[in-house]
Structure formats: structure tokens, C-alpha cells
């Protein structure tokens, strides 16, 4: 998914330049993009912020957002799972989120060549993926985080490990490009999309009922975990529990409430099996909560039409999803 947005209509480059400079109000001096003022940074969302604002151009401000990743990193090659104003706020450490820094510098990378920032990023990629392998089960799957007191979480989440699979396979490209041999990670990348695409029973020990979420239909599919005909069939099966006409994705299938990040992100998964069609359906419904506010709507709750969460709150998120999914339909 390299950045070619010159390729949208006029009216969605000004879209996508209004949520980068959204993202960019709400960045501290630090580099760290928290979800909106005075609220927690938390490390996946900052990639994903990060990630966002290289396809829209802003290539300074992004590489600011990873040279605080590599500034936060633990000795470990973790993060922790919130911090306000670069202070830790909850001391567990997610195994996604250690992975997905090579994810966010590999797209870094293909947005604007540079070698040398590549290469001064490298170990807290390494020390990332690595940390998050740490975890990696012998059956596969990849534990979802160590407490404060350092024990693992007992038991794996399907859309965590299917990003960190992704992650991985980003991280292997990083290392070929940089002429390093991590041989070893092709490896756990096998055992990991094995467990992924062979084996859900080991992502059912988390207690709760993961697969009402929407992320948990398109996540395989946004992280290739999952392609093809397979891909499509999934989407067919289960469109009409997770998506509502003219309004988008819903958060969770028992729940009348969308979100324009699931949506978007929904795009994207759309736009990687070649249904077009779909993915700029779902833009379209998307865009008629333009306004001229900052930000972007979060979410609607139906029937009553009403923004969610009440409060109308924008999140930098929701706008980095949205500059994705965009980026993605551009390039189709």
C-alpha cells in the first residue's frame, strides 16, 4: 500500500489533509501521538497514527512518532500499554504492540526510501519482534501480553496474532533490505500462520467471546493472514452480521453501533481481495459524516442517528484508519 494519493479526487486529498493535520494538533512535542488531548498514548495507535501521516506526506512528523517509539522502547524490546505525557500509565506489555513498530517502519520505508532512518530503526525492530516471540507458544500462537509482575498472559487473541504474523513478515522484509539474516523468523512466522488459519481452538482461552467483534471477521484478511477465495467466502458469510447498509461496520454483531476505524480498516481488507466495489461503498456511507469540525466522527449508534460517543470526542485513530482506507482505495 504505497502512498499515491495524489491519484484521489480532489475533495478526498482535502479530506485526507485535514485528518494529518488533525493528528499532527494532537501530537506532543515528544513525537508521541496520543488518541486526542490530555489522553493516553498508546504504542499500536501511535504506529498506526505514524503510518497514516507518511501516506499523507508528513514524513518529519511521522519519523518524530518512531524516534519516540525508539525512545520508549524497554530494555526488553517491549512498550508499555499506555502512557500520558510520555509517562507509563498501565505497565502490562502487549505482544502486538512490541511487533507492530516494523509494520509501521517497513510502510515508513516504501513512503520515502530512506535507507538510513531504516537502518537507525533497525534494532528497536528487532528488539520488538523478538520481545513479542518471547511469547510465541509451541503450539504457535503468541501469548497477548506479560503482566506487571512479567507472566504471561495465559492465552492468545486470534487479531493479535494474526497483526503480529503480519508484523513478523514486515520486520523479514526489513531485514532483507538491510542485508540481515533473521532466518529464525520465517520460522515462527510458519508455526504462527499455522495456529492462525488451522488451529482457532487456541484463541478460545481468553474467557470472553472475541468472535461477536468485527475485527475478529476481517482481521485475517486485513493482515493476509487469510486470501483469496477463502478471503471472499469470509466476507460473504458474515457481511450482513457485522455491516449496516448506508452506515458502515458495526463495532460488535449484537451491537447497532458503527465505527468509522472498523469500517475503514474493513476497506482495506476489501481492497487487498480485489472487491473494489464493496470497499468504495463503504468510503462513500463513510464520508457523509464529513463535517467541518476536526477529526472525524467516530461512530454512529442506530437508529437514533446519533454520534458515538455522545460527546462527539475525535480520536487520532479514527482519522489514521480513515487516510489508510483511502490510501488503499487510491491505489486500486
Known sequence: MEPRLKEAPE??????????????????????????QGSITDPWDHVEGAIALALAG????????????????NPDGSWYSAYLDDKPQELVKDSNFAAYIATGMWFHY??????????????????????????QQPTGEVSWALSEKGNAWPGAILTSSCCIWHSIRNGINISKTLGVDRADWDAASERLLKATGQ???????????????????FYPILT???????????????????????????????????AVAETSELIVSLCLIGEHEKARLLLDWTLRLWDNKSGFCRGIKLPEQEACPSDNERATWTSAALIMAIAALAKA
Open 11 to 36: 475533495n478526498l486529498q482535502q479530506l485526507v489533509s485535514s485528518q494529518a493535520d488533525y493528528i499532527i494538533d494532537n501530537q506532543l512535542p515528544s513525537g508521541a501521538i496520543p488518541w486526542y
Open 58 to 73: 508528513r514524513f518529519k512528523e511521522a519519523a518524530a512518532a518512531y524516534t519516540w517509539s525508539r525512545n520508549m522502547q
Open 110 to 135: 516504501l513512503a520515502t526510501k530512506d535507507l538510513g532512518f531504516l537502518r537507525e530503526m533497525w534494532p528497536t525492530v528487532e528488539k520488538g519482534i523478538d520481545f513479542a516471540l518471547s511469547l
Open 199 to 217: 488451529n482457532p481452538e487456541l484463541f478460545d482461552r481468553m474467557g470472553e467471546n472475541k468472535r461477536r467483534y468485527a475485527m475478529n471477521w
Open 224 to 258: 493476509g493472514v487469510i486470501k483469496g477465495k477463502e478471503a471472499q467466502g469470509r466476507i460473504e458469510r458474515e457481511w450482513s452480521d457485522f455491516v449496516i447498509d448506508n452506515w458502515g461496520c458495526r463495532v460488535a454483531a449484537d451491537e447497532d453501533v458503527t
